[in-house]
C-alpha cells in the first residue's frame, strides 16, 4: 500500500512539474565541458538588454540565479550539489512569470544528463559550449563517450546551438533524429573590436555562441553585445591581477576553472603570448586528491611547455611531484607547497618569483585553490587603493 500511494504520489509530481514547465515559454538548457557558466550568463545579458524578461541559472565556480534586473541571488545549499536541484528553480520562474529560463546544466554522470534534459527542463532551445576530455572517470574513457554523454542534452523538436566543431557530424544525426535543428556558430564572426569591452578574457567562441542564441529571440549584436559587455562574469573566469612585492613585479592568472588539458593549453598560449620575450613564467598547479586522473592529463599537458618553475600546490603533492618526474619535468624546476597556508604559498611565490614573473594557476579551484588566487586579488587591490591615497 506505501509503495502505490510513493507511486501515485511521484506520478502527480511529475505532472505538476510539466504543467510548470509549460507555463515558461521558452527554456535555454546549456551544456557543454567548457564555458558553460560564461555562456549562460552572456545569453542571459545580452536577452536582458534586449528587454526579455528572464531569469538565469549558473551552476559555475559559485552556484547563482540572476534575476530580470540583474542582480545576483546566491544559491545556499545544505548538502551536496543534487540534480533536483533544477525542479526549485524550474519553479521559481514560473512564479515570476519571466518568459525566458536559461538555465545551466549541472549533471555530469551521463543518465543524469539524459534525465535532467528529457524530464526535468524539455529545453526549447539547446546549448551545448564543446566537447573536450574532462570527467573521464564519469563521462569517459575517451572522448567520443563525452561527446554522447554531452549529446544526451540535445532537445527533441526544438533546436541547438554549438560551437563545438569536431563532432559536427554526430551531433546533427543526433539532432535530426530528435527533430532538432542545429546551428553551429563561428567565432570568427567575432573581432578583436567586439571583445575589447570585456573586463576579463573571454572567448570569441563563447561571445559567438551566445550572440547567435539572443538573435534566434530577435536580440541583435548591437544590442546584445553592449548587455554582455556590462554583466558580471563568473567568479571563476580568467583574469589577471598584478602585485608589487619589492622590486618584483608580478601578474597572476587565475585559470584554475579551466581543469581539463584542452582549455588550460588554449589558455597558457594565449597568455604566453602577450608576455615579454625575457617574462619569467611560472605554473602552479592544485591538486585535488579525488581528482587524481585530471593531474595526471595536466602534468602530460605541462611537460610539453616552456616555463620556468613548476609550483605544486593542493593535495597528494608526493604523487603530484612523482607524476612530473615521470614525464621528464626537471626536479630543480618543480617547487612543492602542498596544504601550506595560503600565506605560506604566497610569501614562497613571491620568492621564487624572478623581477619580471607570470604566474598561471591551473587545476582546481577547491584545495585552496580559490584561496590563493582570492590571495593575489586582495594584495592587488590593497596596493591599487595605497597608490591612489
Not at 570527467?135 to 554549438?162: R, Y
Not at 586528491?289 to 600546490?313: P, S, T
Not at 626537471?330 to 604566474?359: A, C, F
Request: glycine residues 6%; charged residues 25%.
Amino acid at each position: 500500500m506505501v509503495t502505490v500511494l510513493l507511486l501515485l504520489y511521484l506520478i502527480m509530481e511529475y505532472q505538476r512539474h510539466q504543467k510548470v514547465l509549460k507555463s515558461i515559454p521558452h527554456r535555454i538548457h546549456v551544456n557543454g565541458t567548457r564555458g558553460k557558466s560564461s555562456v549562460t550568463r552572456l545569453i542571459g545579458a545580452g536577452l536582458r538588454a534586449g528587454g526579455i524578461p528572464s531569469i538565469t541559472k549558473v551552476t559555475g565556480t559559485y552556484p547563482r540565479m540572476i534575476l530580470p534586473d540583474g542582480n545576483e541571488v546566491a544559491i545556499h545549499r545544505k548538502e551536496k550539489a543534487n540534480i533536483l536541484e533544477q525542479l526549485n528553480i524550474v519553479k521559481y520562474c514560473s512564479e515570476q512569470n519571466a518568459e525566458v529560463l536559461i538555465i545551466e546544466c549541472m549533471a555530469v554522470q551521463p543518465d543524469y544528463q539524459r534525465i535532467t534534459e528529457k524530464q526535468m527542463i524539455k529545453a526549447t532551445v539547446g546549448v551545448i559550449t564543446n566537447i573536450r576530455m574532462d570527467h573521464l572517470d564519469v563521462m569517459g574513457p575517451t572522448l567520443d563517450d563525452v561527446a554522447v554523454a554531452i549529446s544526451n542534452t540535445i532537445p527533441k523538436n526544438s533546436s541547438l546551438f554549438t560551437a563545438e566543431d569536431r563532432y559536427t557530424r554526430y551531433m546533427s544525426d543526433v539532432a535530426k533524429k530528435n527533430n532538432c535543428v542545429i546551428k553551429f556558430s563561428r567565432p570568427d564572426q567575432i573581432t578583436d573590436a567586439d571583445m575589447e569591452g570585456f573586463s576579463y578574457l573571454e572567448h570569441k567562441e563563447n561571445v559567438a555562441l551566445a550572440l547567435d542564441v539572443c538573435l534566434g529571440f530577435g536580440v541583435t549584436k548591437e544590442v546584445a553585445l553592449p548587455g554582455m559587455h556590462a554583466s558580471l562574469p563568473d567568479e571563476g573566469v580568467l583574469r589577471m591581477v598584478s602585485i608589487k612585492e619589492g622590486q618584483k613585479r608580478i601578474h597572476f592568472f587565475n585559470a584554475l576553472a579551466a581543469n581539463d588539458p584542452e582549455s588550460s593549453l588554449i589558455l597558457w598560449n594565449s597568455i604566453v603570448a602577450k608576455c615579454d620575450e625575457n617574462e619569467f613564467k611560472i605554473i602552479v598547479l592544485n591538486s585535488r586528491k579525488d581528482r587524481q586522473e585530471r593531474a595526471v592529463q595536466l602534468v602530460e599537458m605541462i611537460a610539453g611547455l616552456e616555463y620556468d618553475r613548476l609550483v605544486l600546490i593542493g593535495e597528494n603533492m608526493e604523487a603530484v611531484r612523482g607524476m612530473c618526474l615521470t614525464n621528464g619535468i626537471p626536479k630543480n624546476k618543480v617547487v612543492g607547497l602542498g596544504q601550506k597556508p595560503t600565506e605560506e604559498q604566497y610569501k614562497q611565490l613571491v620568492e621564487v618569483s624572478d623581477q619580471n614573473s607570470t604566474i598561471v594557476a591551473f587545476g582546481n579551484m577547491g584545495a585552496g585553490g580559490a584561496e590563493l588566487s582570492k590571495m593575489f586579488e586582495n594584495m592587488h587591490e590593497l596596493q591599487l587603493k595605497t597608490e591612489q591615497v
